[in-house]
């Protein structure tokens, strides 16, 4: 096989990862299984806090000319 297909599978629930590993089992087709997080938490954490920092009125708003200027 030259050509490599991935496919992304999001089980609802854990009786439908274990259907999904149990099929992939019985056709003796590989795949990996891993049920850690995608992003980086401290990333996830600073991105959570920035958006409550400016729920909470703590953000500014800038133009576009303003954002501009910055680069000359």
Not at 6 to 23: D, G, K, N, T, Y
Not at 48 to 68: C, H, S
């Amino acid at each position: 096989m030259t050509n490599q297909d991935i496919l992304i599978v999001h089980p609802a629930s854990e009786e439908q990862v274990a259907v999904v590993r149990a099929f992939l089992e019985a056709r003796k087709i590989k795949f990996e299984y891993t049920n850690e997080e995608n992003y980086n938490l401290e990333f996830v954490a600073k991105i959570k806090k920035a958006r409550q920092d400016y729920n909470n009125g703590k953000g500014k708003i800038f133009t576009t000319e303003q954002l501009n200027s910055l680069w000359k």
